[in-house]
């Protein structure tokens, strides 16, 4: 597709569960980001990833997040034992590159609700 | 500390009634700016970038300008279609990797 593609789109899981959440960049967009949005707050950033580099994770909240991105293209959340708190809208973003500062085009977003 | 504000959080204008939007930054160094607007249920939707100031981009109905402590979404003769939450971002040239977002503006433009 032309666009940052995510799913689901939403996800409902039990408090205690864990949660893989997908993101397909753009063809060709070397970095990738993931970002949480609570509602009524700004995004929050997660990680980041650039070609073959290691991914840069210092958003990620707690340990019990993390995320890999494969053959440098598609990337998965996790979330294990999810809590409350970690109800958010996730949303995926990619680049052609970080250094030039070009800009980052957004998927529609994984609205996760943990009850 | 690097900090990005958005003002005014809320903005409600007449179809016609030309405004502008605030983001004002500072940071330890900027390597771009950019604008997003995002609809309900949506993912953020690039507008524009700016890396220097001085630097003007428009689309439409919408200008963004930068200069060195501030930018202005200058939105002229809106209509409805322009009702949205528009964010800012800066790119920090400090070693950081991600955008860095603040709150947003909520513009809703009445008929």
């Known amino acids: 597709g032309a666009g940052v593609s995510q799913s689901p789109s939403n996800k409902v899981t039990e408090k205690g569960k864990d949660v893989e959440l997908r993101c397909d960049p753009i063809?060709?967009?070397?970095?990738l980001y993931w970002y949480r949005q609570s509602l009524g707050q700004g995004l929050e950033f997660l990680i980041y990833f650039q070609g073959n580099s290691a991914p840069d994770k210092s958003g990620l909240p707690s340990d019990r997040f993390s995320a890999e991105r494969t053959g440098g293209s598609v990337s998965t959340l996790t979330i294990q034992r999810t809590q409350q708190e970690d109800s958010a809208v996730y949303l995926c973003a990619s680049s052609l590159a970080s250094g030039s500062s070009t800009e980052a085009f957004f998927g529609q977003g994984t609205r996760l609700t943990v009850v | 500390e690097d900090q990005v504000t958005q003002s005014p959080e809320a903005l409600r204008l007449q179809e016609g009634e030309s405004s502008s939007l605030n983001c004002s930054y500072t940071v330890s160094g900027l390597r771009g700016l950019f604008w997003y607007r995002q609809d309900p249920g949506k993912g953020p939707e690039f507008l524009f970038t700016?890396?220097?100031a001085g630097e003007e981009k428009e689309k439409e109905r919408l200008k963004a300008t930068l200069t060195k402590k501030e930018s202005f979404l200058h939105i002229t003769a809106p209509k409805p279609e322009d009702s949205a939450t528009y964010l800012c971002?800066?790119?920090?040239?400090?070693?950081?990797?991600?955008?860095?977002f603040g709150t947003g503006t909520r513009l809703t433009v009445i008929p």
């Open positions: 971002a800066v790119h920090l040239s400090s070693g950081a990797n991600n955008l860095f």
């Open positions: 063809s060709g967009h070397t970095a």
């Open positions: 700016l890396y220097s």
